[in-house]
């Protein structure tokens, strides 16, 4: 009782934070308090309850390492006139009105080269919002477009280290996972399409598409050099370098542009990583402007304070007393209904995508008769649900940096469909159990691994589970390392 009191005055806290105004980072500290307070009630020394946040703190350090390097790259890439450069060549190939759906493929594609929506909406989101605000075009719909792109790779694309810790705690494996994922989500991915289509007049607005050219000319040197960083992006992700080492190779090249190409003085070059980019031409400055390790800060300090959840959670049992409240839900409805509620709760209040997978994970257990069904539902749950959670650090993360409004939440509508349209699946098969043999069933990502009338994983098909076992790495491959590296670098 005490526990769902807990969780319930969290929730609240943070929805009147929100109608009233009140900073995130302050709602999450007071947060923080409620959750040391419940500690210290449960008997545990302050020391203890000290230590149990900290050790939150600590699995996230290479997170917070991340975010100085992304603040950094932006930086660099405004001065080395690399997003200046891409923005006057994506403006002659998108009117006001094909902005919104190119913005979110242009972000799927880089978000499933990358395995990162960090590292898609960095790049192209930042370039992508640099037109939409040149073009006055809506900023809302717009970053909604931009946050839905930046999660289809972080859901299914193979390099995803998200992708990679759901095949890891379920003891999966990931390219089967990734097939049945873009199956799964192939009509949620063409129905986003034509909505922002159908949005695109919309978000326009009265603005035209301008010729960039002229403007930025006249400050950066806009050869085709400009354009190596993003290129490096491209190539070393597709070759499967690590993305935090990608980028710092990116931000490298940055720099030498600036101070070869730009003929920047270096001396500068530490204000610029660390302020932001500073144009002195007032005519560009809105569109150039900004980056800098200073420009994360705020998130920074969020994420700082949502990771001391997770360790409070583990060191105090503060949701253990849900497991057994999470199976009744499977048993009385579907098993996705179950784990769809646990990953809305731990999305809300654990801020976080990875802890809300691994809490989630926790909680849901038993709730499906496969570990491959399991698998399914958190990258159909958990692994989105924080894109739209304001208050996640997956969310007020990408929105900081790509300098898009907190409105685009609403429109981000692929994280919200796949849910829905997997919610509607597991409706249907619950009321039809042989659905799951079905041919309709294989194209929608389905075999009978997902059939609930199975009594254990071991009554599933023995081809399909041959096939999981014969795709990509074992589990002590690529998957194995995966919570660690997650850990260490969230570059989901």
Not at 122 to 136: E, N, P, R
Not at 422 to 437: C, D, E
């Amino acid at each position: 009782m005490a526990e769902s009191l807990i969780l319930i005055a969290f929730a609240t806290m943070l929805v009147a934070g929100i109608v009233m105004g009140i900073p995130l980072l302050f709602t999450l500290i007071a947060g923080l308090v409620l959750f040391c307070g419940y500690g210290l009630a449960r008997g545990h020394k302050p020391r203890a309850v000290a230590g149990m946040a900290l050790e939150g703190v600590r699995t996230i350090g290479g997170v917070l390492l991340f975010f100085v390097i992304i603040g950094a790259l932006t930086a660099s890439w405004r001065a080395a006139g690399t997003i200046p450069s891409i923005t006057c060549w994506s403006a002659e190939v998108v009117s006001p009105e094909t902005l919104v759906v190119v913005s979110f493929l242009l972000c799927a594609f880089m978000s499933m080269v990358t395995g990162s929506s960090y590292a898609a909406s960095a790049t192209v989101g930042v370039i992508c919002i640099t037109i939409a605000t040149a073009m006055k075009a809506n900023a809302a719909i717009v970053g909604g477009a931009i946050l839905a792109g930046a999660f289809v790779g972080d859901r299914c694309s193979p390099l995803s280290s998200a992708a990679a810790l759901v095949a890891t705690i379920t003891r999966t494996q990931v390219f089967d996972n990734v097939r049945r994922m873009v199956r799964t989500a192939a009509i949620p991915f063409a129905i986003s399409c034509a909505a922002y289509v159908a949005l695109g007049p919309m978000a326009a607005g009265s603005g035209m598409a301008p010729s960039f050219t002229g403007s930025f000319a006249a400050s950066f040197d806009l050869s085709w050099v400009t354009i190596i960083p993003i290129a490096i992006i491209l190539v070393l992700s597709i070759a499967k370098v690590r993305v935090r080492t990608t980028m710092l190779v990116s931000l490298a090249a940055a720099l030498a542009i600036c101070v070869t190409i730009q003929h920047i003085n270096p001396l500068d070059l530490p204000g610029i990583l660390v302020f932001g980019y500073q144009s002195p031409n007032l005519a560009i400055a809105r569109m150039v402007n900004g980056g800098g390790i200073l420009s994360m800060a705020e998130i920074i300090a969020i994420v700082g304070v949502a990771a001391t959840y997770s360790g409070l959670f583990s060191g105090t049992g503060l949701l253990v007393g849900l497991h057994e409240y999470v199976t009744r839900i499977a048993r009385r409805s579907t098993p996705f209904i179950s784990v769809l509620a646990t990953s809305i709760a731990t999305c809300t209040v654990a801020c976080d995508q990875v802890v809300a997978i691994m809490l989630t994970r926790q909680l849901c257990d038993e709730v499906e008769r496969s570990d491959s069904a399991l698998a399914l539902d958190l990258e159909n749950s958990a692994a989105i649900i924080s894109s739209i959670v304001p208050w996640s650090t997956s969310c007020i993360g990408i929105i900081a940096f790509v300098g898009m409004p907190m409105e685009s939440v609403a429109f981000n509508f692929l994280t919200m469909l796949i849910p829905l349209w997997t919610l509607a699946i597991s409706v249907y098969q619950h009321r039809h159990p042989g659905f799951s043999q079905t041919r309709a069933a294989r194209a929608l990502g389905l075999d009978t691994r997902d059939d609930a009338r199975l009594s254990s994983p071991a009554d599933a098909d023995p081809d399909a589970d041959a096939d999981a076992t014969s795709d990509g790495p074992d589990a002590s491959g690529t998957a194995a390392g995966a919570p660690a590296e997650k850990s260490r670098a969230l570059v989901a």
